[in-house]
């Protein structure tokens, strides 16, 4: 009725949270915002799937306090609605929006510690890559160098992650940032790469160009890729900073049957990479 979806239109989101708490880290403030809602529409029963869209026919769950409260951990937390608002269900009852808000208390504390240098994620294998004690941060030691997250993705997974070049040829980049197959190869224009040229932003998937996606901009020093991947539905998505998403793929069969890996691949004389965060959806749903 017309006083829940008061209460609803009066509850904020909470913002990302980047503490490292766990999920009894929600602060007492944000909690009582939710038993607000929860009171006031207490004769609602809760959605069926509250924190899940999609149209069915084998889609992924995707949680709707992504664009709603979660936002985009990495991604600098300042685009409103996070960036894959679009592809949610908004909840339009009080009940709905409790329901979202407590989901998103617990998953934004868990994701919380996969952001900004925590979380279990790390650069795992290295190729003439020198790699920083806390394995988040790789710098080039030699040519045709790569790194890789050990973050597995295969079958149905969802993921995203986010990398940051510290260091580079500005305007003259020699790195590529996406994911890769295992083993990786000795060039990123080869079978098993997927990735942003920084230099020009031309995307490359297994050896062939496929020139630039319109709304991805270049990759200087300083600058922040973020990507995510959907396997169920074969699509990538990629931003710079805080640009929209840009769906560079959408192509199961290029997916199918191999193993992933968040990675980048240096070719240039200097370069230094962080993983500013990485989590899949597993890690995100209960």
């Known amino acids: 009725g017309s006083g829940a979806a008061a209460a609803a239109a009066a509850v904020v989101p909470p913002p990302p949270r980047r503490d490292g708490m766990g999920a009894a880290g929600a602060s007492q403030a944000e909690r009582a915002a939710v038993q607000e809602v929860t009171s006031a529409s207490a004769a609602e029963p809760p959605p069926a799937s509250p924190l899940t869209s999609g149209s069915g026919g084998g889609s992924l769950q995707r ?53 900004d240098g925590g979380g279990s994620y790390r650069f795992g294998e290295t190729h003439r890559m020198q790699l920083e004690p806390d394995g988040m941060q790789v710098k080039r030691v030699n040519e045709n160098a790569w790194a890789v997250v050990d973050c597995e993705l295969s079958g149905a997974d969802e993921a995203e992650w986010c990398f940051q070049s510290i260091e580079d040829l500005n305007n003259d980049e020699g790195t590529c940032y996406g994911l890769t197959t295992k083993p990786p190869q000795n060039s990123y224009d080869r079978d098993g790469w997927i990735v942003i040229r920084a230099y020009n932003a031309h ?81 995100l749903r209960r």
């Open 63 to 115: 949680p709707v306090a992504w664009g709603l409260a979660i936002g985009a951990p990495g991604a600098g937390g300042s685009r409103a609605g996070g960036p894959f608002s679009a592809f949610t269900k908004e909840p339009t009852t009080a009940g709905e929006v409790a329901h979202v808000l407590l989901g998103a208390l617990e998953r934004n504390a868990s994701a919380s510690v996969a952001t």
């Open 203 to 283: 995307f490359y998937v297994s050896g062939s160009d496929h020139n630039v996606r319109s709304g991805i901009q270049k990759v200087h020093p300083g600058s922040k890729v973020h990507f995510r991947l959907c396997l169920s539905e074969g699509a990538l998505y990629a931003w710079v900073n805080d640009d929209p998403p840009v769906e560079m793929l959408r192509d199961p069969s290029t997916f199918a049957g191999r193993t992933w890996f968040p990675g980048c691949f240096v070719y240039g004389s200097r370069a230094t990479i962080r993983l500013i965060s990485c989590w899949k959806s597993k890690t």
